[in-house]
T-cell receptor, first 116, second 117 residues
Framework: DTGVSQDPRHKITKRGQNVTFRCDPISEHNRLYWYRQTLGQGPEFLTYFQNEAQLEKSRLLSDRFSAERPKGSFSTLEIQRTEQGDSAMYLC??????????????FGPGTRLTVL | GDSVTQMEGPVTLSEEAFLTINCTYTATGYPSLFWYVQYPGEGLQLLLKATKADDKGSNKGFEATYRKETTSFHLEKGSVQVSDSAVYFCALSLHPLMNSGYSTLTFGKGTMLLVSP
């Protein structure tokens, strides 16, 4: 098991461009989370999948943000028409959970986005 | 809403000094509490956790006790090492049954620890 991986590790883009990040969770994990971490702040929850179902997306920052997990394995986070305020570290985490219990979330190394 | 407040850093200590990083929380119900650590260039790692009042989480010489009466979960270590230099995050999670069936983490802003030889 290699843990949670994210790609790319760094992304520099110009304002107005679209970007897509990928997260590969630990293989047997059925839950996947996306967080955003800005400088000097703790991670902030964005969205959550159980298998391929996106069960919580009300915390996505705007309608420019979207996420998918089409086959219940890897996930992508897309930001359309990027703005300078989108510059941040985007973290992915996964966990294995039966219903009704907390399970440890394992975090990936993050994708650092810089919007020029 | 739920929130976590940590002492601001950086905390600068000499090797073998005693460490305390304060953490208090506000939450509906009785959350689980966590300390995560982030080493430079790496992802967050769970350091320790406590799931109910008076529980003590411990790992790698670090300890924290869940104090419901003071809504606190302070991190302590008796003798820090240079390798402990990192950013430490306190976090809480509501029980999934109280949070629409899933548990997400609410983090504090993090406290940077710098340990010098």
């Amino acid at each position: 098991d290699t843990g949670v991986s994210q790609d790319p590790r760094h992304k520099i883009t110009k304002r107005g461009q679209n970007v897509t990040f990928r997260c590969d969770p630990i293989s047997e994990h059925n839950r996947l989370y996306w967080y955003r971490q800005t400088l000097g702040q703790g991670p902030e929850f964005l969205t959550y999948f159980q298998n391929e179902a996106q069960l919580e997306k009300s915390r996505l920052l705007s309608d420019r943000f979207s996420a998918e997990r089409p086959k219940g394995s890897f996930s992508t986070l897309e930001i359309q028409r990027t703005e300078q305020g989108d510059s941040a570290m985007y973290l992915c985490a996964s966990s294995l959970a039966p219903g009704g219990t907390y399970n440890e979330q394992f975090f990936g190394p993050g994708t650092r986005l810089t919007v020029l | 809403g739920d929130s976590v407040t940590q002492m601001e850093g950086p905390v600068t200590l000499s090797e073998e000094a005693f460490l305390t990083i304060n953490c208090t929380y506000t939450a509906t119900g009785y959350p689980s509490l966590f300390w995560y650590v982030q080493y430079p260039g790496e992802g967050l790692q769970l350091l320790l956790k406590a799931t109910k009042a008076d529980d003590k989480g411990s790992n790698k010489g670090f300890e924290a006790t869940y104090r419901k009466e003071t809504t606190s979960f302070h991190l302590e270590k008796g003798s820090v090492q240079v390798s402990d230099s990192a950013v430490y995050f306190c976090a809480l999670s509501l029980h999934p049954l109280m949070n629409s069936g899933y548990s997400t983490l609410t983090f504090g802003k993090g406290t940077m620890l710098l340990v010098s030889p």
